[in-house]
């Protein structure tokens, strides 16, 4: 079993940067971690994911903004969300997904276990 703790979230102005970082505790090599946002009266979306060996993925509203990193040595997945717009304000999710070695991650595949969240809102 698998616990997920998101952090990083917060406050930022149009244009300005977060990183989120999720922590996994277990035997993170074994998953692709994904990262997802939901807000307001919005259904979840899944905006990137990066596989077992490294391979990423990114949803085109997020491409070229946000980088996905995973460092299993410290049980770690981040997202460096850089150019956040308002439209960026969301609830975000980190979840994993035991998959092959070299399986390609997901963004649409159910996901196994599920991180409480972190907020980031972007206004001025």
């Known amino acids: 079993q698998l616990q997920l703790v998101e952090s990083g979230g917060g406050l930022v102005q149009p244009g300005g940067s977060l990183r989120l970082s999720c922590v996994v505790s277990?035997?993170?090599?074994?998953?692709?971690i994904g990262w997802f946002r939901q807000a307001p009266g919005k259904e979840r979306e899944g905006i990137s994911c990066?596989?077992?060996?490294?391979?990423?993925i990114y949803t085109d509203s997020v491409k070229d903004r946000f980088t996905i990193s995973r460092d299993d040595a410290k049980n770690t997945v981040n997202l460096q969300m850089n150019s956040l717009s308002p439209d960026d304000t969301a609830v975000y999710f980190c979840?994993?997904?035991?998959?092959?070695?070299?399986?390609?991650?997901?963004?649409?595949?159910?996901?196994?276990?599920w991180g409480q969240g972190t907020q980031v809102t972007v206004s001025s």
């Open positions: 979840a994993a997904r035991r998959t092959p070695l070299f399986s390609p991650c997901s963004l649409a595949a159910p996901h196994d276990y």
């Open positions: 277990g035997l993170i090599s074994d998953y692709s």
């Open positions: 990066v596989n077992r060996s490294g391979h990423t």
